[in-house]
């Protein structure tokens, strides 16, 4: 039976899955399920495709070209060394190489494709994806709706009558769309959207926010330099992504600019209370595209049935809170938001194919876990508020933090009371446990408490309270949470874990030693020219790259294990090499140095 790939062409990754077996499989090419969509050419002409391009666009942007769906349809045309490429040839070059390296994974050849469009994609720009299609090689079986490709991936034979919302906010652009599920029928009412809104605004006004205070604080302002800019707003898109589960991150770059002679290095805390006010103008934005939405499909959003999530950017807790209120509907996270526009597209290629596709399940948390605060309530200000950290529906594993205060002046302990229910009063809840945080420092109302919940596959939850001026710690394992998944079906809720299981493994892993292919050479930093590099690394960088050399050389006979150590290091490496970080440097080098010692003494 002909096979039909399944691809979401994003503005920051792209995804590709596949349909065999009467289930879907996200495809892991280079070793991860997102392939950066960003095309460049090394120093020495060499064509970059995915992670090697998007490393290399840190310190070469100007040989560099990343978020082109913005501009499919345009005439404007983009240069890449000596030449100049349209939209939809930089796309075809991403479609490309997704499909060798799908055909080299699944060890056949695949020639139709089911490729995904916003919904509020002109002619235009639809012609222009299908261009990108053939020109990669491919027989465009069909060009879809991002969101028809959402729904398809929650309900794959869709036969119950529903009303849903698909809130689509990826890296570069936006849509909305209404849609009703009805015999069988995906049929989308209204879409509404901002092709110049995302993940990537998100990043700039971060960005801003970063070199506005070091500027304040070193005089420098880091996005003069070309580097220093983009080496910052890598820092910034990674401290964002982190911020949607953590309270605080530090951004860190170590020589990343110069003043009077000295080298200056960024270090800053950003706390997610500084982020979501910078953002919060352009989430306002898409709720008026909600509403538009709703509108033109004359739909109240209490005849909506669920709001599914869909694009990386859709993460962030303040859109969750802020669709939750405006809406008051069930939100779904089900399916990753990043895969399930591509597992969508690969079941309607699946369906043009004439194969039969079972649901995508996945474990999820079945009921809202959080703490007991203070806070409004009817109107009222009382201790029972309930504070949610992880919401229903959430994939597993799941880790989420979030930022809370003392009541009082010289409060010198903090009482973390669990609960796990979908009521706003904490005592229509059901209590897991409580613990509490001793020995507090002396200073008035308003010390900030970070609260970090860790559930895993087996619904273990961990939680950890942190005071953040001073790092006193209490962390507490609560294992009666487990009770509250027995109520579910368990044989269920075991396939649905083999099925994640399942869908994580490639041909290699199951095709024996011998298939496990070496470290890919887009891993190794050999992208970097030195002349980018501060003169005072450039020794341990070089070191660094020779004892790569020798590590690839080993990896062939290296135990499975050796060699996923080898990659791990090997990527640490890269990294410090990116962040010009003579920490981060020095120790996967010697990590890795005595890896190497133990391997050729085998």
């Known amino acids: 039976m002909t096979k039909i790939l399944g691809i979401d062409l994003g503005t920051t990754n792209s995804v590709a899955a596949i349909a065999h077996d009467d289930r879907v499989e996200v495809l892991e090419i280079d070793g991860s399920k997102l392939l950066p969509s960003v095309v460049g050419l090394d120093n020495n002409g060499k064509l970059l495709v995915g992670t090697a391009a998007r490393n290399q666009w840190i310190l070469a942007p100007d040989r560099t070209i990343r978020s082109i769906k913005r501009k499919m349809g345009a005439k404007d045309k983009t240069r890449l060394g000596d030449h100049e490429y349209s939209p939809q040839e930089v796309s075809a070059i991403i479609l490309r190489t997704i499909k060798e390296k799908s055909e080299k994974l699944l060890g056949e050849s695949i020639e139709r494709a089911v490729i995904t469009v916003p919904a509020f994609f002109g002619e ?15 027989d465009v079986a069909r060009i879809i709706n991002e969101p028809t490709a959402a729904s398809l991936a929650y309900q794959p034979r869709p036969e119950k009558f529903e009303r849903l919302l698909i809130y689509d906010l990826g890296g570069g652009t936006f849509d909305v769309s209404v849609v009703q599920i009805e015999d069988g029928i995906v049929e989308v009412l209204a879409s509404h959207g901002d092709t110049q809104l995302g993940g990537d605004d998100f990043d700039r006004l971060l960005l ?48 990343i600019a110069e003043k009077a002679g000295i080298p200056r290095h960024l270090n800053m805390e950003v706390a997610r209370t500084d982020y979501e006010p910078l953002i919060e103008s352009l989430l306002n934005k898409t709720l008026v595209c909600v509403d538009e939405a709703l509108a033109d499909a004359k739909l109240t959003a209490k005849k ?56 995508v399940l996945v474990d999820i948390t079945p009921r809202t876990l959080g703490i007991r605060c203070l806070g409004q309530l009817h109107g009222l200000r009382t201790d029972r508020r309930f504070s949610p950290l992880i919401h229903r529906n ?18 010198k302990s903090a ?50 309270a942190t005071e953040h001026a001073t790092g006193l710690e209490e962390r507490v394992v609560m294992d009666n949470v487990i009770s509250r998944f027995q109520d579910e079906d368990r044989a269920e809720a075991q396939s649905r874990i083999e099925q994640v299981f399942a869908t994580a493994r490639t041909p290699a892993a199951d095709a024996g030693d011998s298939a496990v292919a070496p470290v890919a050479p887009e ?80």
């Open 523 to 602: 891993t190794v930093p050999a992208t970097f020219s030195m002349d980018e590099v501060p003169e005072s690394l450039r020794p341990a960088v070089q070191g660094s790259m020779e004892l790569i050399e020798r590590a690839l050389a080993l990896m062939d006979a290296a135990s499975t294990q050796d060699q996923a150590d080898i990659e791990r290091l090997v990527a640490q490496l890269r990294e410090g090499i990116e962040q010009h970080s003579e920490k981060k440097i020095s120790q996967a080098t010697a990590e890795l140095d005595d890896l190497v010692f133990y391997l050729q003494d085998v």
């Open 394 to 411: 959430t994939p597993l594993p799941a880790s989420k933090s979030n930022i809370f205060f003392t009541a009082h002046d010289g409060q």
């Open 124 to 138: 235009q720009q639809r012609e222009a994806t299908r261009e990108a299609g053939i020109m990669a090689g491919f």
């Open 208 to 255: 801003d926010h970063v070199c506005d205070q070091f500027q304040e604080e070193h005089e420098v302002d880091l996005r003069a330099a070309v580097t220093a800019r983009s080496r910052t707003l890598h820092a910034c898109e990674m401290a964002k992504i982190r911020l949607s589960d953590e309270a605080y991150v530090t951004i860190e770059e170590e020589f």
């Open 415 to 464: 009482a973390v009371e669990v609960y796990q229910g979908e009521e706003d009063d904490v005592t229509l809840n059901d209590p897991v446990g409580d613990f509490l945080l001793e020995g507090l420092a002396e200073v008035s109302s308003g010390n900030e408490i970070v609260v970090h919940f860790d559930l895993d596959l087996d619904g273990i939850l961990t939680v950890t």
């Open 304 to 359: 909506l049935d669920r709001v599914i999530l869909v694009g990386g950017a859709s993460r962030t807790p303040m859109v969750y809170r802020m669709l939750a209120e405006q809406l008051g509907r069930p939100i779904h996270l089900d399916v990753d938001p990043d895969l399930c526009v591509a597992i969508g597209a690969a079941t309607q290629g699946a369906m043009i194919a004439g194969q039969d596709v079972g649901p």
